[in-house]
């Protein structure tokens, strides 16, 4: 994957993340309660999901090789995937 595409691809998932905690849901009630909450937090996850899979799919396939499992990468994989997004 391009390391532009892969920047915009996380720079959508952490917009979802943010959407996600800035619901603030303080109790259980109050998302059952709150059908606007609900729709954000679960098309937010959703997104956050499709955005994680589009990540995992370009990245290779992974082969076993004994106990270890090794990701097969065309390039080496920026620096942005060990960062806390």
């Known amino acids: 994957m391009d390391k532009d595409?892969?920047?915009k691809k996380l720079e959508m998932l952490a917009n979802c993340i943010a959407r996600i905690?800035?619901?603030k849901v303080e109790t259980l009630e109050?998302?059952?309660a709150n059908l606007d909450k609900q729709e954000i937090i679960i098309l937010n996850l959703q997104r956050a999901?499709?955005?994680c899979i589009d990540i995992?799919?370009?990245v290779g396939?992974?082969?076993t090789l004994g106990s270890k499992l090794r990701f097969c990468c065309e390039n080496d994989p920026p620096a942005?995937?060990?960062q806390a997004v």
């Open 5 to 7: 595409l892969l920047q």
């Open 21 to 23: 905690k800035s619901q």
């Open 30 to 32: 109050d998302l059952e």
């Open 49 to 51: 999901v499709q955005i």
């Open 56 to 58: 995992g799919g370009s």
């Open 61 to 63: 396939p992974v082969r």
């Open 80 to 82: 942005l995937l060990g």
